[in-house]
C-alpha cells in the first residue's frame, strides 16, 4: 500500500499530467446523487470506486484516478493542490466500514455494507475527514481489490 512518501516522490509535472502517463484499466464506479439522499437540500454525493488490484502495484494511481473523477475540465491547475493536502492517516477496517455507514446513513436506498468482505484486509487510509472540509475521502486495500469512499456536500 502507497502512504505519503511515494505521493511526495512524484513531481509537479507527474501529478498535473498524470492521466496523460497512467492506466488504471477495470476502474469502475456508482455515483450516488443528491436525489439518491432523504433530504435533497443537503447537496450530499457519495461515490464508490473500485478497481481488481493488478501485480506490482501500490494503489497510488488508482487513488489519483479515483479522486480525478467528476473534476471539471480547466480543474488540472487545481488538482495537485487537493491532493497534497490529503491527510495519508492510517485507519484500521473498523474505522474505515464506520466512516463509510455515517457517511451513507442518509441514503433512501441503503448502501451495501462492509463494502468488502472482511477477508483479506491490508491497509486503510483517511484521505478527508469531517475536521478539515466537509468531504471523506478514504482508500481501503484488500488482497484482490481497492477501494476509494467519497462523499461530499456543498450545503
Sequence with gaps: MFDRSDFDQLSSE??????????????????YPGIAFRSAESQQCIRVTRVQKR???NGLNFWLHAEWIDWRPGGE?????YVSDAQFEEISEAIFNQMVADQAISLIAPLKQ???ESTGFVGALLMYSMK?????SLFAEYEDE???FYWDTTA
Excluded: K, R
Excluded at 14 to 31: D, E, K, M, R, S
Excluded at 77 to 81: H, L, T, V
Design 77 to 81: 491547475s487545481y488538482f495537485p493542490g
Design 146 to 148: 481497492y477501494i476509494h
Design 132 to 136: 478539515t472540509d466537509f468531504i471523506v
Design 55 to 57: 501485480q506490482g502495484e
Design 114 to 116: 462492509p463494502l468488502h
Design 14 to 31: 507527474q501529478l498535473t499530467f498524470w492521466t496523460a502517463h497512467n492506466y488504471c484499466p477495470g476502474l469502475y464506479y456508482v455515483v
